[in-house]
């Protein structure tokens, strides 16, 4: 089992649409997980962070679930800017940084 | 500086010659990290620094890649006899410590090797 894992997509959402996608990760041992969001041809940046009791930043949620080891990202209300990848990102311990490969979102006007 | 400095922006060169990219990481960041970024792939970790110090140099992928950084500031990765797999965006990201929360990628380095 790979590391970190995502679907690499991509998801075809219809503006307005609520989407959501996972993350899961081997490592029980795992310490802080992250999205982060990629553009076209642009470096990553930080979405946000993962905490054990989920967090919510505007049209944005993120959830953990460490019993079945995997990190969820729910955007709702999704408008054409959201169209990118969203990279999930997992400390696994002993300063170890793992990246997804993405998941790709496309939202279609 | 404002944010991470990447140098050059694009590079062409030739199957065989040695290359030099550049990263000026945001003041007060003492880690710096190489990632490579190959087209429609995932990041892949090449060598974290702390301070001038490499602590984990795992993910150079063969001797011909090396990287130095001096006065725990700017950082130079060096790809000698460059070979077309080489091809790639190289991204340098700094932050307080290493935890992803705080990382800023520079825009990245797009090498071209043909």
């Known amino acids: 089992r790979k590391e970190v894992e995502q679907d690499p997509g991509p998801f075809n959402v219809p503006e307005g649409a609520t989407v959501a996608f996972n993350c899961t990760y081997s490592n029980s041992a795992s310490q802080s997980f992250f999205w982060y969001r990629q553009d076209c041809r642009k470096e990553p940046k930080l979405l946000m962070s993962?905490?054990?009791s989920g967090n919510e930043d505007g049209r944005f949620t993120a959830q953990l679930n460490r019993a079945s080891q995997y990190i969820s990202l729910l955007i709702r209300d999704s408008k054409l800017s959201d169209s990118a990848t969203y990279l999930c990102?997992?400390?696994?311990?002993?300063?170890?940084?793992?990246f997804g490969k993405g998941t790709r979102l496309h939202i279609l006007p | 500086g404002a944010g991470v400095s990447q140098s050059p922006s694009n590079k062409v060169t030739e199957k065989g010659k040695d290359v030099e990219l550049r990263c000026d990481p945001i003041s007060g960041h003492t880690a710096l990290y190489w990632y490579r970024q190959s087209l429609g792939q995932g990041l892949e970790f090449l060598i974290y620094f702390q301070g001038n110090s490499a602590p984990d140099k795992s993910g150079l992928p063969s001797d011909r890649f090396s990287a130095e950084r001096t006065g725990g500031s700017v950082s130079t990765l060096t790809i000698q006899r460059t070979q077309q797999e080489d091809s790639a965006v190289y991204l340098c990201a700094s932050s307080v410590r290493r935890d992803p929360y705080g990382y800023t990628f520079g825009s990245g380095t797009r090498l071209t090797v043909v």
């Open positions: 990102v997992v400390n696994v311990g002993d300063d170890k940084i793992i």
């Open positions: 993962v905490y054990s």
